[in-house]
């Protein structure tokens, strides 16, 4: 079956814009999570999405948004880009379903966000 | 919380080496422990898991396994390769639906 798939691979964008990254999770799975990794501060997670609900918050601005459709799939928002939102973002997803805490997490390949 | 301590890389070896990358816990309880790969370039993907204490993971030649006396989840691969260069993450469940990622560790492994 497909795995994660993320759009776009690569992006440049210049200070003070808003980007939209999208995430497809594996057909069945229902929660998608958001990670953050940058040379200087490693793999940090932002958000995860359950049944188009955020279930789970990082330590991250309100800049930082997400939002997951009923089909599952799932984006993630960042509006006034600075320089240090330079990162590859990455999603997971996983089956995530009530009563279980960490299944399996399949990763997509990122979404490289370059500040300019 | 749950953490780990993992050993800092980078780690060089040549081709066909044995491979160990030590991996210690602090956890109430006993969590649900991964270890996740990351090539160059690419996103994560899990390596092996264990579930429980004295269960064993394996993948692709590496295991390891969770040793409750120890509190330890050390990865071992008999014979190393070039393709095996990528950096290793040991991962516990915290229980918050998020993995946490300590720094990882990276391996170059050379011809």
């Known amino acids: 079956k497909a795995g994660v798939t993320q759009t776009p691979r690569y992006l440049i964008k210049t200070r003070g814009q808003q980007v939209t990254l999208s995430c497809s999770p594996i057909?069945?799975?229902?929660?998608v999570s958001w990670y953050q990794q940058t040379p200087g501060q490693g793999l940090q997670f932002l958000f995860e999405?359950?049944?188009?609900?955020?279930?789970n918050k990082g330590n991250f601005p309100g800049r930082f948004s997400g939002r997951q459709f009923s089909n599952s799939r799932s984006e993630m928002n960042v509006s006034t880009l600075e320089l240090g939102d330079s990162a590859l973002y990455l999603c997971a997803s996983s089956l995530g379903g009530t009563g279980l805490t960490n299944t399996e997490a399949f990763f997509g390949q990122g979404t490289r966000l370059t500040v300019v | 919380g749950n953490s780990v301590t993992q050993m800092e890389g980078p780690v060089t070896l040549s081709e066909e080496a044995f491979l160990t990358i030590n991996c210690t816990y602090t956890?109430?309880?006993?969590?649900?422990l991964f270890w996740y790969v990351q090539y160059p370039g690419e996103g994560l993907q899990l390596l092996l898991k264990?579930?429980?204490?004295?269960d064993k993971g394996s993948n692709k030649g590496f295991e390891a396994t969770y040793r409750k006396e120890t509190t330890s989840f050390h990865l071992e691969k008999g014979s190393v390769q070039v393709s095996d260069s990528a950096v290793y993450f040991c991962?516990?469940?915290?229980?918050?639906?998020?993995?946490?990622f300590g720094s990882g560790t990276r391996l170059q492994v050379q011809p």
């Open positions: 057909s069945g799975h229902r929660s």
């Open positions: 956890a109430t309880g006993y969590p649900s």
């Open positions: 991962v516990p469940d915290t229980g918050r639906r998020a993995l946490t």
């Open positions: 999405y359950f049944s188009e609900t955020q279930r």
């Open positions: 264990a579930t429980k204490a004295d």
